[in-house]
């Protein structure tokens, strides 16, 4: 069963969050305060952490820096409840890892559709770390390959395989997904961040990225990842054949962008997947290096 952590000093906001997120089947465990969430998490395995910001003892976010700076927290989502939607409160929080906002009060429609979202993009990830070790060996006798993909599920294989050959297998999971998956959705198969973000919202995304790659033009475009291995570290090289896009916006967390169900995915992959991140041209192609796995 998935579980999450609700931490947050008002009792009602508690019974709101777990009233809300029971009735989706989730087991929701409660802290009224930082030290007993921390004490709770050194207990307890969770798949996602709701953070009241401002509590007694230690507030939210002492408790997220604490998480983050953590390697076996570093990569479990969070999202950051707060009563005030500053610029730079939000600008702190996406600093240190809260890259999902919800402002109180909220619509608890708004918290089901965050939720499921982070969740079902999280089991994703989480499916890609279940490499065999056989394929792992082989893998690593690899100094250069291309793969060419068109659909979202030859995009997380692809993923998955090539995490494994990199030392921080669960970092560069995330940020192979995240470009690989841009590749097809908005290279190849033309859909804007804005366009995204409406079809999630009406749990429409899945049957468009289904519809564009059964028609013309999109049906006939495929993209590519390239990688080489160069001394310690591997360079993935990611293609596509659409338009292009202005990547800039998106190379780091956005305040404005805070409360939105997407466009994180570049950010992530910029700030914690990669040693270093490059888009060239007019975004089509990214070149990404981490450090490669020791045999």
Same mark, same amino acid.
């Given at each position: +069963?998935?579980?999450?952590?609700?931490?947050?000093?008002?009792?009602?906001?508690? @019974?709101?969050?777990?009233?809300?997120?029971?009735?989706?089947?989730?087991?929701?465990?409660? !802290?009224?305060?930082?030290?007993?969430?921390? @004490?709770? +998490?050194?207990?307890?395995?969770?798949?996602?952490?709701?953070?009241?910001?401002?509590?007694?003892?230690?507030?939210?976010?002492?408790?997220?820096?604490?998480?983050?700076?953590?390697?076996?927290? =570093? +990569?479990?989502?969070?999202?950051?409840?707060?009563?005030?939607?500053?610029?730079?409160?939000?600008?702190?929080?996406?600093?240190?890892?809260?890259?999902?906002?919800?402002?109180?009060?909220?619509?608890?429609? @708004?918290?089901?559709?965050?939720?499921?979202?982070?969740? =079902?993009?999280?089991?994703?990830?989480?499916?890609?770390?279940? *490499?065999?070790?056989?394929?792992?060996?082989?893998?690593?006798?690899?100094?250069?390959?291309?793969?060419?993909?068109?659909?979202?599920?030859?995009?997380?294989?692809?993923? !998955?395989?090539?995490?494994? +050959?990199?030392?921080?297998?669960?970092?560069?999971? *995330? #940020?192979?997904? /995240?470009?690989?998956?841009? !590749?097809?959705?908005? #290279?190849?198969?033309?859909?804007?961040?804005?366009?995204?973000? /409406?079809?999630? =919202?009406?749990? =429409?995304?899945?049957?468009?990225?289904?519809?564009?790659?059964?028609?013309?033009?999109?049906?006939?475009?495929?993209?590519? *990842?390239?990688?080489?291995?160069?001394?310690?570290?591997?360079?993935?090289?990611?293609?596509?054949?659409?338009?292009?896009?202005?990547?800039?916006?998106?190379?780091?967390?956005?305040? /404005?962008? !805070?409360?939105?169900?997407?466009?994180?995915?570049? @950010?992530?992959?910029?700030?914690?997947?990669?040693?270093?991140?490059?888009?060239?041209?007019?975004?089509?192609?990214?070149?990404?290096?981490?450090?490669?796995?020791?045999?």
């Amino acid at each position: +069963m998935t579980r999450i952590l609700s931490v947050d000093d008002e009792p009602i906001n508690l @019974a709101i969050i777990a009233e809300c997120l029971s009735d989706e089947g989730y087991q929701v465990d409660e !802290a009224e305060d930082g030290e007993v969430a921390w @004490a709770m +998490m050194a207990e307890n395995h969770y798949d996602l952490i709701i953070l009241d910001r401002m509590m007694p003892r230690m507030d939210g976010m002492s408790l997220l820096r604490q998480l983050k700076a953590d390697p076996a927290w =570093k +990569m479990v989502p969070v999202i950051m409840q707060t009563a005030s939607a500053s610029q730079d409160e939000v600008r702190e929080g996406l600093a240190a890892g809260a890259h999902y906002y919800l402002t109180k009060p909220y619509d608890p429609e @708004a918290l089901h559709l965050l939720v499921n979202t982070i969740l =079902k993009d999280k089991s994703e990830r989480d499916e890609m770390s279940h *490499v065999s070790n056989a394929l792992r060996h082989t893998l690593s006798l690899l100094r250069q390959a291309e793969f060419s993909f068109s659909n979202l599920a030859e995009a997380h294989d692809l993923a !998955a395989a090539l995490s494994s +050959m990199c030392r921080d297998q669960q970092s560069a999971s *995330v #940020g192979l997904i /995240e470009l690989l998956v841009n !590749a097809v959705e908005h #290279g190849n198969l033309g859909i804007s961040y804005d366009e995204k973000a /409406e079809l999630r =919202k009406n749990f =429409k995304w899945e049957d468009e990225i289904a519809r564009r790659l059964a028609e013309a033009p999109y049906s006939a475009r495929r993209a590519s *990842v390239s990688m080489q291995r160069d001394g310690d570290y591997l360079e993935f090289v990611v293609r596509d054949e659409g338009v292009g896009f202005d990547w800039k916006p998106f190379m780091d967390f956005d305040p /404005e962008r !805070a409360f939105d169900l997407n466009g994180r995915g570049i @950010a992530m992959a910029n700030n914690f997947s990669f040693s270093s991140l490059e888009y060239q041209g007019n975004g089509n192609t990214v070149v990404a290096r981490t450090l490669a796995r020791q045999e």
